[in-house]
C-alpha cells in the first residue's frame, strides 16, 4: 500500500509537471504525450488503493461481528452447495441491456441533438466511430479481473481530455460505462463536459447530478437515476470520474 501510495504521488507530480510544460511552447509537445499516461497512471492507483481500503474495512468489521456472535458449530455444506452460492453471486452482476456497439449509436444520436441546442457549447463533440472501439483489454480493478474495451478519446489544445470506456467481467458481460475526464485548469474540461452530457443525454441520466458533485464538499457521489446506478468521484483541480452500472 505504501508502495502504491508513493507510486500515485510520483504519477501525480509528473501529470502536474506535465501541464505546466503545455504552457510553454517548447515543452508543450512533451507535455501532451506524459499528461494523459500519467493520468491514467494515477487515477488506476488511486482506485486500487481505495479498493484495498474499502476491502479491509470489510475484512475487519466481518471479524468483529464473528466475535459477536454465538460459538455454536457452524453447519457443514457440501461442496454442490458451495458451487452452487458462487453461482448465484456470479448471476446476481447485472449487465447492460444494450451492447456496446448499440450505445455508439445511441451516443450518435445524442450529439445531434447536443448540436442542435443553441445554449450548449459543443465543440469537440465528435462522434464515435464503431470501426474504431479498441480491442479487449484484460485489466485489473477493484472488482477485480475485467477487460475494458475503450469507446472514445479526446483531447483539446487547452489539456482537457475525456475517455470513454466499456467494462466486462471475467463472463465477457457488459456491466459498466467508466467516464474519465480533466484539464490544465479545470478537473471538468469543456471537451469532458459536452461529452459527459451526451453519455447522460443518451441514457435519461440528469446532468445535474455532474454540477451537484462539482459544487460539493465531497469528493464522491452515489446517485440511482432511471435504470442506472451512477458513481461520481473527483480528485479536486484535477479530473472527474464517473461510473454509470445498470441498477
Known sequence: MIILGIVATLATFVFITALIFIF?????????????????????????????????????????TAVTESTEEEPMYSEDEEDSDVRSVEDNQKEFNFSPEEFVQTFNEATRDIESDEDIES???NRINKDNIGDFELTEAKDGTIYTRELK????????????????????????????????????????????????????IDI?????????EQNTLEVFDGDYLVTLAKIPQMSLIINIEPK
Open 24 to 64: 510553454f511552447e517548447k515543452t508543450k509537445k512533451i507535455g501532451k504525450q506524459i499528461a494523459p499516461i500519467s493520468l491514467v497512471l494515477a487515477l488506476s492507483l488511486f482506485f486500487i488503493m481505495g479498493a484495498l481500503n474499502r476491502e479491509s474495512h470489510e475484512t475487519k468489521t466481518e471479524d468483529v
Open 123 to 125: 465543440s469537440g463533440l
Open 153 to 204: 478519446t479526446e483531447t483539446d489544445n487547452s489539456g482537457g481530455t475525456f475517455t470513454l470506456e466499456a467494462w466486462y467481467d471475467e463472463n465477457h458481460k457488459f456491466y459498466r460505462l467508466h467516464l474519465s475526464t480533466s484539464g490544465s485548469d479545470n478537473m471538468a474540461s469543456q471537451i469532458g463536459l459536452v461529452n459527459t452530457l451526451t453519455v447522460f443525454h443518451a441514457l435519461g
Open 208 to 216: 445535474k447530478h455532474v454540477n451537484d458533485l462539482l459544487k460539493s
